[in-house]
């Protein structure tokens, strides 16, 4: 059967398979996007299997060297490569394993016979966009449903998608909601990229940063209010390492901050995380 | 005969099955797992009890409801934080539109398509729109009552140990009671078109594990007891289960009475069919299903029998808390510092969290078990048993019913190799 419509294909590595579950989950309309395209490849989801496709979707990290081939096989084939949610476009939540050693992680995991394990697990937590070029980043932890139509829609017109780049507390206002540091928390909305519609601070909660950071985070006002609310930037990058940690920005804070932690501490360890 | 398939297809990860048939002789049938691993047990130690909930969740994105409920109950045991009744009452709650939800989408989306002879459900959007519409609308409903509740399904927002960061908006909850007592036709509908369906015939009796409550049939909380006699307290499950490592896995097996043990729908039914909500039950008898059942691919007749029982007790519960109205509640606080264990039925099995927590409340220990890693050992048995039983059939074919038999425990494989 030949047709003229453009091939897609879902593909994931180290991940939950949420941002999948997301998009399957649009329910009526997805089947309505579904009619200018045609899936060739959605292991979660179907049995047949294409090698050749137009778009990739691709969800997850790259955690181990073993896996970078089958990546790169998938940029060779497509035309289009998008990042599907924070696992690939920023490592996920568990890049923030990159802040203990592999073989300490592995013990922990397999005990005496970590050491068969290895060489298969070998590498950093990373985004796909360490090892393949990446045409569009979807961000989220999951993606945004509303987001991932729009950005096919963009792909099949061939026109550019703008990824949103202002920070969380743009939408959270324009919703109307109460600042989270005015409730006495700590929240990562004034840096951290938004299209989420503020989904977590709408429900009482705050910001954890799972787009990441905006491109050019304005550091100084984000600073203003911290001091505000009598923090310091050290109280937040814990939480910044969940999604962020290879950020280069957030691993320059967070040496600042272990070192004057480690200052104000003694021989105490750094530990993660915002104060409780 | 050599069997390989590499990544078997829907399903949740990455698994491949090898077999090799030599003269009628089953020399070797397994379920390869491959999958990354991410070590969440090892990046959690140093989190405050409020962040070990939100990223705990991500270990699945599936049975994320399944992942936080266990999580915030470990972290709830191990901080000495009482929750309250209507606290408990939404954790039921939770669990019966995750259950809906998930069981949904491995039966209609996953599952169905097997038994119509087709490679996915995509076919059917033209062959039969209004079946697919159906299924996107029970899978949506159980859905849409998780956004109402915690403001997301993957992954939860307002879920916090103790309680919630916000409480679900009546008129909302009023809305899904409505839709709920709407897939009461659906059900029906379904038992139609399950009744023109056909499983293979197979039978294999094996250790059915499962949590139990006293009072009702349990999702959340309860002891954990098998078919080979046995309950322990969830404090105590390293009494009984036992997880080691094979030579063909990332993910660990597990073995409790005997060297392999089911856990899921299947499991859950045989042990507490009683308990299932009466219209469950006649459900059962209208399918056929007479407990115990030994037949593993019966585990998707057995996901549907709980997808109405979760239905039915969903409503209840929403009555209930419409009934008493939800109400503003504070997070009760931290009374001590220690170890806790957290149990779920999620709808793939048996989900344990252990959590140990230091004296200013930062996650020092976790210990995750997985429901499909207490399958792994359970899927080998059963391969080579049906696989024996085929193993004249024509390759294809033994192909298919052994990636049959794996999707049939709806596997979980990344969640396991978390």
């Known amino acids: 059967m030949v047709s003229d419509k453009p091939r897609v294909a879902f593909f994931d590595f180290a991940c939950c398979e949420g941002c999948q579950l997301t998009v399957l989950s649009i329910g009526l309309p997805l089947i309505d996007v579904l009619k200018h395209v045609d899936i060739v490849t959605w292991r979660e989801a179907m049995s047949e299997k294409s090698d050749e496709f137009d778009i990739a979707f691709v969800e997850g990290s790259i955690c181990r060297d073993s896996d970078v081939p089958r990546l790169k096989k998938i940029r060779e084939k497509a035309k289009l490569v998008v990042a599907l949610g924070s696992c690939a476009a920023l490592g996920g939540p568990h890049v923030s394993a990159n802040r203990f050693e592999k073989s300490e992680l592995l013990t922990l995991v397999y005990g005496e016979e970590a050491g068969r394990f290895a060489a298969g697990e070998a590498g950093e937590v990373r985004p796909i966009g360490d090892e393949i070029e990446v045409d569009v980043s979807i961000y989220g932890c999951p993606i945004n449903a509303d987001e991932f139509v729009s950005v096919l829609k963009h792909l099949l017109l061939g026109r550019p998608y703008r990824v949103p780049n202002e920070a969380v507390c743009y939408e959270c206002k324009l919703n109307g909601y109460e600042c989270v540091y005015d409730k006495g928390m700590i929240c990562l909305g004034p840096v951290t990229r938004c299209g989420c519609n503020a989904i977590c601070t709408s429900r009482g909660h705050r910001c954890f940063g799972c787009r990441g950071l905006v491109d050019d985070p304005n550091v100084n006002a984000a600073k203003d209010v911290l001091e505000e609310h009598d923090y310091t930037l050290e109280h937040i990058i814990g939480m910044f390492q969940i999604y962020s940690q290879r950020a280069p920005r957030v691993k320059e804070l967070a040496e600042s901050a272990a070192e004057s932690d480690a200052k104000k501490k003694g021989s105490e360890p750094w530990r993660f995380g915002s104060t409780t | ?418």
Request: aromatic share 6%.
């Open chain 2, 1 to 418: 005969m050599e069997i390989r398939v590499d990544h078997v297809t829907r399903v949740e990860g990455h698994g491949n099955i090898l077999a090799s048939i030599k003269d009628g002789k089953v020399e070797r049938a397994i379920l390869e797992v491959v999958e990354a691993n991410r070590f969440f047990e090892g990046f959690l130690r140093g989190r405050s009890h409020e962040e070990v909930a939100h990223i705990a969740t991500r270990i699945c994105g599936i049975c994320a409801m399944s992942h936080s409920s266990a999580s915030v109950q470990a972290s709830e045991h191990a901080l000495g934080i009482e929750i309250t009744e209507q606290t408990a009452l939404l954790r039921r709650l939770i669990m019966d539109a995750e259950m809906v939800s998930s069981h949904a989408l491995h039966v209609y989306f996953l599952v169905a398509p097997d038994l119509l002879g087709l490679k996915s459900v995509i076919p059917l959007v033209e062959k039969a729109p209004d079946t697919v519409k159906l299924a996107f609308r029970v899978k949506l409903t159980g859905y849409d009552l998780a956004d109402v509740l915690v403001g997301r399904h993957t992954h939860p927002v307002a879920v916090v140990p103790g309680g919630y960061t916000s409480m679900p908006d009546p008129t909302a909850l009023a809305q899904m009671r409505d839709r709920f007592i709407g897939l009461r036709d659906d059900m029906k509908t379904t038992i139609g078109i399950l009744k023109t369906l056909e499983l293979p015939a197979f039978e294999r009796e094996t250790e059915y594990v499962s949590l139990q409550q006293p009072d009702h049939y349990s999702f959340y909380g309860g002891d954990i007891v098998s078919t080979d006699g046995g309950r322990v307290s969830p404090d105590d499950y390293l009494d009984a289960i036992q997880e080691f490592l094979v030579p063909h896995s990332t993910a660990k097996h597990s073995r409790w009475n005997r060297d392999s043990y089911m856990v899921g729908a299947l499991a859950r039914v045989n042990n507490n069919w009683k308990q299932l909500h009466p219209k469950a039950q006649k459900v059962m008898e209208e399918l056929g299903f007479k407990p115990p059942v030994y037949n593993t691919f019966m585990n998707n007749v057995a996901q549907f029998i709980e997808t109405v029982h979760a239905i039915e007790d969903a409503i209840e519960l929403m009555e209930k808390l419409l009934a008493r109205g939800i109400k503003e509640e504070e997070v009760p606080p931290i009374t001590r510092h220690g170890r806790g264990v957290g149990v779920v039925e999620a709808p793939r099995g048996l989900l344990i969290h252990d959590y140990t927590y230091d004296d200013g409340a930062r996650l020092v220990k976790a210990n995750c078990i997985i429901p499909t890693n207490q399958n792994y050992a359970n899927i080998d048995r059963d391969l080579e048993a049906l696989a024996a039983q085929i193993a004249n059939q024509p390759k294809e074919d033994v192909e298919l019913k052994l990636e049959m038999m794996v999707r049939a425990y709806d596997p979980c494989i990344s969640c396991s190799v978390h």
